[in-house]
């Protein structure tokens, strides 16, 4: 039987058209017409869209069309504007820092257009608003947040105290006690699908539990719905300090470790049967974005995976150094906070306030970005389709497509801030040695689920905060947003208040012996075959089967979804199991990947090979000094 919604008609068309509409061309601002007839308003504001969201209908169809059937738009005879001393492909957060860097090196009369194919600026940095209830809630649908800002390159330190964002103040607004003061721990829900029950219980996996558990771990499996020597081998490896590599020395045991799964350590040292790891086999799954059949075991080790803690290794042989902060540097919309900032430092009258508390209840005028009098430009729903030098060498023309047509416009100095493997589809000067680097890497698909609750009583009563759902096929983890407040937006003070709940989908093929890259590829087929429908009979079933014991009813409690989907999510990092274990932002494909070609540089997190926020800044970074250095 179909589960009856009430979620509201606005909401539900938000959904469904999108979703219906994946394979076909609906442009952004035909969906926004769509929602202000339904809402009674004419406004275009792209984070109050629910719905499918991420990559939107509208934003990937043109591209596909370059890369998947070969299709090339005619060059216009005539330039859309004036030259620009600029052109920058791809608002995201490494966009947005090229145009600004720029402008800082240049000065403040210089023009630059920025141009991007979705309808809203920030690239993965999404922002998510709800209206639950008179309360305005506010969340983030891709780049979370700013991890250990305290060893970003002084180029990014500066930039981020630049547009007025002082990480320090994150230790005021983020509420590192939420979780102990409402006495909530992490879960692990057993579902009817995968295992036959709906059964949560406290996840005796996480660090949380082995900081401060209240149940002993022996307790907590004998309810695991699994088989007698499952439960009697998971006991053993969470409850004894077993060596499970005896007669190794430590650099010797990091070297084992490297060239082995996580789960292969499992079932081979550890004596884990094949139903335990397939337990185990997801935990920690977005980090990644890969199960742990496609992670070495070494990787294991360094987070902390049950099995790992007694095998003696220093953080020198585990390659990493010791992380001093807290992971509290996130803004209400996480790292669409710093696309904002980055947008009120380029176009002022778009983005009121001048602190970075005044960014978080600021309303955008999106009809600010694109001014003809604005010395900077940010043109959205535009797809560039053709990025080439002119014949004297000193300019580039670039095609995009915007709404079916093509338009051209010219720059002194281009940086494609764009996905990294579409750019030798649309600039056809990129040298063959350089497609083959840019190749190598695949991006991470994965999708955030934003559900809006009326009250978050059911989490209150039954103690739990995240939830980590083994063998799932869609949502695998759920947990409350982060307890942030900042300016005038103050986040739940009680479970009787709405409330945030951030859902994630990291699609992925395990167990059949396939490498992280191969599975990133059939992951992303996945995404775009998934509809709305898909996503929202999920989340219902999920939250349904495992909070029920608090009250929940997800008919009732449910007040909005918005599903952020990431067919090209995280920038490919490389993986020990799979990669040259010398690979690193330092050395790898990409290095030759992002060679700058003439007038056109290239400034992305996949040209940086790391996922993260002062990757995408540290690229844009490096492309500016390649163009300035032209002059």
């Known amino acids: 039987m179909a589960l009856q919604r009430k979620i509201s008609r606005r909401d539900f068309m938000g959904g469904v058209a999108l979703g219906v509409a994946a394979g076909t061309i609906l442009s952004p601002l035909e969906v926004a017409g769509a929602m202000s007839a339904e809402t009674g308003s004419q406004d275009y504001y792209p984070p109050g869209l629910t719905g499918m969201r991420g990559s939107h209908a509208g934003s990937f169809e043109v591209a596909h069309a370059i890369a998947q059937e070969g299709k090339r738009w005619k060059q216009p005879n005539e330039q859309t504007d004036d030259t620009y001393d600029l052109v920058v492909v791809g608002a995201g957060i490494s966009g947005l820092s090229a145009a600004f860097l720029y402008r800082e090196r240049i000065g403040p009369d210089t023009k630059i257009l920025v141009l991007d194919n979705h309808d809203d600026f920030g690239g993965h940095a999404k922002r998510n608003e709800f209206d639950v209830d008179g309360q305005k809630l506010i969340g983030y649908g891709g780049s979370q947040s700013l991890e250990g800002p305290a060893s970003y390159s002084p180029a990014a330190k500066k930039l981020l105290k630049d547009i007025s964002i002082e990480v320090q103040d994150f230790y005021t607004h983020f509420d590192q006690q939420f979780n102990k003061r409402w006495n909530l721990e992490n879960a692990i829900y057993f579902n009817q ?5 709906d059964r949560i219980l406290p996840d005796p996996f996480s660090t949380t539990y082995l900081e401060a558990s209240r ?11 699994v088989g007698e020597e499952t439960r009697a081998a998971l006991v053993r490896l969470v409850t004894s300090n077993t060596d499970y590599l005896p007669g190794l020395k430590p650099d010797e045991k990091a070297e084992a470790l490297r060239k082995i799964s996580y789960v292969d350590f499992l079932q081979t040292h550890a004596g884990i049967p094949r139903e335990g790891a397939d337990l185990l086999r997801d935990k920690f799954k977005s980090y990644w974005g890969s199960a742990w059949d496609a992670l070495s075991a070494l990787e294991g080790v360094r987070l902390g995976m049950p099995g790992t803690s007694a095998l003696g290794l220093t953080d020198q042989q585990l390659g990493h150094g010791i992380q001093d902060e807290p992971y509290i540097f996130h803004f209400p919309d996480g790292n669409a906070g710093v696309a904002r900032a980055l947008v009120r430092s380029l176009i002022p009258s778009a983005v009121p306030g001048k602190t970075m508390q005044g960014l978080v209840t600021s309303r955008v005028d999106y009809g600010a970005l694109d001014k003809e009098n604005s010395a900077v430009r940010i043109r959205l729903n535009s797809t560039g389709v ?13 095609t995009y497509v915007q709404s079916g047509v093509a338009h051209r416009v010219r720059g002194k100095h281009v940086i494609l801030a764009c996905y990294n493997n579409i750019i030798p589809h649309i600039c056809p000067e990129v040298p063959d040695a350089q497609r083959e680097a840019i190749s190598y890497a695949t991006k991470v698909p994965l999708v955030y689920i934003n559900i809006a609750l009326r009250n978050w009583r059911a ?11 083994p063998r799932a096929e869609l949502m695998y983890s759920m947990e409350p947003d982060f307890p942030v407040s900042m300016g005038d937006y103050s986040f739940s003070k009680s479970p009787n208040n709405p409330i945030i709940v951030h859902g994630t989908v990291i699609p992925s093929v395990p167990g059949q012996g396939l490498s992280a890259r191969e599975q990133y590829v059939l992951g992303r087929q996945k995404i775009y075959e998934w509809s709305f429908a898909d996503f929202e009979e999920d989340v219902f079933r999920q939250m349904d089967g495992a909070l029920s014991g608090g009250g929940f009813d997800a008919e009732c409690d449910i007040a909005a979804i918005t599903v952020n989907r990431w067919p090209h999510g995280y920038a490919y990092e490389y993986n020990e199991l799979w990669d040259p274990a010398d690979w690193s932002p330092e050395r790898g494909p990409h290095i030759a990947g992002r060679a700058q070609i003439g007038r056109i540089s290239i400034a992305n997190s996949d040209a940086s090979a790391y996922a993260y926020a002062d990757g995408a800044i540290d690229a844009a ?3 500016v000094d390649e163009q300035v250095a032209l002059d």
């Open 193 to 197: 699908q995968a295992y036959g029950v």
């Open 215 to 225: 149940t002993p771990a022996r307790e907590i499996i004998s309810k695991f719905p």
């Open 386 to 398: 053709d990025v080439r030098h002119t014949k004297d060498g000193k300019t580039v023309d670039i």
């Open 459 to 469: 989490f209150a009563e039954l103690g739990l905060h995240r939830i980590f759902i």
């Open 621 to 623: 970074v490096r492309a």
